[in-house]
């Protein structure tokens, strides 16, 4: 299984951005995606997992500003980022089946 993040970028504080991540190269639906962040010198956290039945949950930090969601494509996620804060500045990383990791792509929010 090959994961493919995109939608990264630069935005200013109150912006939006909206991520994907696509797994390739598996014969089953996965059900359990997740995004994960990392910001400098910080571990790794958990940022939103949508599993199986297309539940949801979200890292305190961002509820309420960022929703997970299924693509209509197989295998793809999405993250709606909205109020985008300076401290949302990480680098976003896609875990598919609880096992696959993405190469990740940067957020950066800044005016």
């Known amino acids: 299984v090959q994961l493919q993040a995109s939608g990264g970028g630069l935005v200013q504080p109150g912006g939006s951005l909206r991520l994907s991540c696509a797994a390739r190269r598996s014969t089953h639906n996965i059900n359990a995606m997740a995004w994960y962040r990392q910001a400098p010198g910080k571990q790794r956290e958990l940022v939103a997992r949508i599993t199986t039945g297309d539940n949801t949950n979200y890292a305190d930090p961002v509820k309420g500003r960022f929703t997970i969601s299924r693509a209509n494509i197989k295998n793809t996620i999405l993250l709606q980022m909205n109020s985008l804060k300076p401290e949302d500045t990480a680098v976003y990383y896609c875990?598919?089946?609880?096992?696959?990791w993405g190469q990740g792509t940067l957020v950066t929010v800044s005016s």
């Open positions: 875990l598919a089946a609880n096992t696959y």
